[in-house]
């Protein structure tokens, strides 16, 4: 399996904040990949250190073979970036926007395919002024991905979306990471994390604290389970490590239904909520 | 049969198009947005020509008896004043671009970073050259403003217009890092360039200021501007209204030139393609 981003030891520092303290990762060719965190962990100047925006201080990084802090216009054309909201571009129309920055690229996608791809087909010809802030980011993700990059970089790209935007916009990744697109993302929001990414870090204080497959992470899958049911007027909880042992009982105690059953296991929101609270 | 087959030639593969293209299709990309937003084109435009209209209504006498009049003066000046325009446009406009993200969504692409540039350069002397063609329609309509007649004259107005521009463009983008925001932009543009029109000589005659103002006024480009396009359209006859008895084409040529090569420098060392929140 080929590498297409390789960090080793990056560090960065703001004055006296340590933004970034060390981090090691690799991300894999074809990959769907996750950086979670708070705000102000360091995430997205570890993002904008690939992206080739900001300078590091010390450590190896290498995208797609090459240093982003030296950037080379070929380079940049297998790279797309879906920067965090920006509001250019105002009296533009959407056409006429992606059509512009298609010609920046060497080997772009179809103008039109791609508007119809984010879901702006009915607004193609609306200035982006007039746009609601889901539409806007839609043209974001547009221009990310007009040159058709082999690296997709998103900075939490779904933040405003309305559910069904987003589920539209996870299909939008699924079917480009189909296609052999690599995709490293930031987000808020766990639950798109666990739908898109194959492996996900927890980055906390600079540093990453958790690295794996999201159903795994954190130990998660052989975590405890909680069995909930109702009894007696009150809601009564076990947690346990044969969960079905205890449904069973319960089963045989109920003599069938037993009410309010609920099986479950600590989410990734649990887990991930653990990590940040307690850095290494 | 033969069948002849036409196809269309392949587009090649993998060439970036060229800088020079895409700074073509930068300029006409922000050209046509320029004209988008109507009330800014409406008060680029209508400026120069309300200051025209007032200053030439109130000042009608002749001038010291060289048959020329006080308009006719201030029509030069206003010309001079249309050149800058770069200056203010893309001192506030770059500024804007650098605070709503334009300039870091352009970094991110492979656009070379000299087509934003020549963009912005093209664009600039499109409206420049649009402000200039109205001032002196005007001028001829209702100021009894006359075209130089001589080809060597118009040589003279070519290379003050574009000099003038130039320099005055990259000065503009050398101080579009200074603003802290897109928002404090305009204010911290305009006063400069306000001053530098009262202390140039589009205002007032250069010959009513005190010379430690005219001292500093010579340091920058407007000022020269003006008495290049005096020279153009007063001629002969308003020589002898300049401090040095001449229009000096030569010193314009120099420090108009000296603007454009160190208004260059003056850009590649400090401009700065983040904003002060992306460090």
């Given at each position: 399996m080929t590498t297409a981003v390789r960090v080793r030891g990056l560090t960065k520092r703001y004055g006296d904040v340590q933004a970034v303290g060390g981090i090691d990762l690799d991300i894999n060719a074809g990959e769907v990949f996750a950086i979670l965190g708070p705000n102000g962990a360091g995430k997205s100047t570890t993002v904008e250190i690939m992206e080739g925006y900001r300078t590091r201080d010390a450590g190896e990084v290498s995208v797609l073979g090459i240093d982003p802090g030296r950037p080379t216009r070929e380079w940049r054309s297998r790279i797309g970036v879906v920067l965090q909201t920006a509001d250019d571009v105002?009296?533009?129309?959407v056409r006429e926007t992606v059509r512009q920055f298609a010609g920046?690229?060497?080997?772009?996608?179809d103008p039109d395919e791609v508007i119809e791809q984010v879901g702006l087909t009915d607004k193609?010809?609306?200035?982006?002024?007039?746009?609601?802030g889901g539409q806007r980011r839609r043209v974001d993700v547009a221009l990310g991905v007009i040159g058709g990059p082999d690296l997709l970089f998103l900075d939490?790209?779904?933040?405003?979306?309305d559910p069904e935007a987003r589920r539209q916009f996870w299909r939008l990744i699924e079917s480009m990471a189909h296609q052999g697109t690599t995709i490293v993302l930031t987000t808020h929001y766990l639950d798109e994390a666990e739908a898109l990414a194959d492996r996900v870090a927890v980055v906390s204080g600079g540093r990453i604290v958790a690295e794996g497959d999201p159903a795994t992470l954190g130990g998660r899958a052989t975590a405890k389970a909680r069995v909930g049911w109702a009894e007696e007027g009150g809601h009564r909880s076990h947690e346990t490590d044969t969960p079905t042992r205890t449904v069973l009982e319960l089963a045989g105690r109920f003599d069938g239904e037993v009410p309010e059953l609920t099986v479950t296991r600590p989410s990734l929101e649990d887990v991930y909520l653990q990590l940040i609270e307690t850095p290494s | 049969m033969t069948q002849t087959v036409t196809r269309a030639p392949a587009p090649p593969l993998?060439?970036?198009?060229s800088a020079i293209r895409l700074g073509l299709s930068r300029a006409a990309f922000e050209t046509r947005l320029f004209f988008r937003e109507r009330d800014a084109v409406i008060f680029t435009f209508s400026f120069p020509i309300v200051l025209l209209l007032i200053f030439g209504s109130i000042f009608a006498d002749e001038l010291e008896g060289t048959g020329l009049n006080v308009s006719q003066l201030y029509v030069a000046g206003l010309l001079g004043s249309a050149a800058m325009t770069g200056f203010q446009n893309l001192g506030i406009g770059i500024a804007m671009d650098r605070d709503d993200g334009t300039l870091k969504r352009l970094l991110g692409?492979?656009?070379?970073?000299s087509s934003y540039f020549v963009g912005r350069a093209l664009n600039t002397l499109f409206v420049s050259f649009c402000q200039v063609v109205i001032l002196l329609v005007i001028g001829v309509a209702l100021f009894g403003l006359e075209l130089p007649s001589e080809p060597s004259t118009w040589v003279t107005f070519v290379w003050v217009f574009v000099l003038g521009v130039l320099g005055s463009s990259l000065l503009g983008i050398a101080v579009s890092?200074?603003?802290?925001?897109g928002r404090s932009a305009s204010a911290v543009i305009t006063m400069p360039f306000v001053v530098l029109q009262f202390i140039s000589g589009?205002?007032?005659?250069?010959?009513?200021?005190p010379s430690w103002l005219v001292n500093i006024a010579s340091v920058f480009p407007l000022k020269w501007m003006c008495q290049g396009f005096r020279s153009v359209f007063l001629g002969d006859a308003g020589a002898t209204l300049e401090l040095a008895r001449s229009y000096e084409l030569d010193r314009v040529a120099l420090v108009l030139g000296a603007w454009v090569v160190g208004g260059l420098l003056l850009c590649l060392t400090t401009f700065r393609w983040k904003s002060r929140r992306d460090g």
């Open positions: 105002a009296e533009a129309t920046y690229y060497p080997n772009a996608k193609a010809g609306t200035r982006i002024r007039r746009l609601s939490e790209p779904t933040t405003g979306f | 993998d060439r970036p198009p692409t492979p656009l070379p970073r890092s200074l603003p802290r925001s589009v205002y007032i005659p250069v010959t009513q200021l």
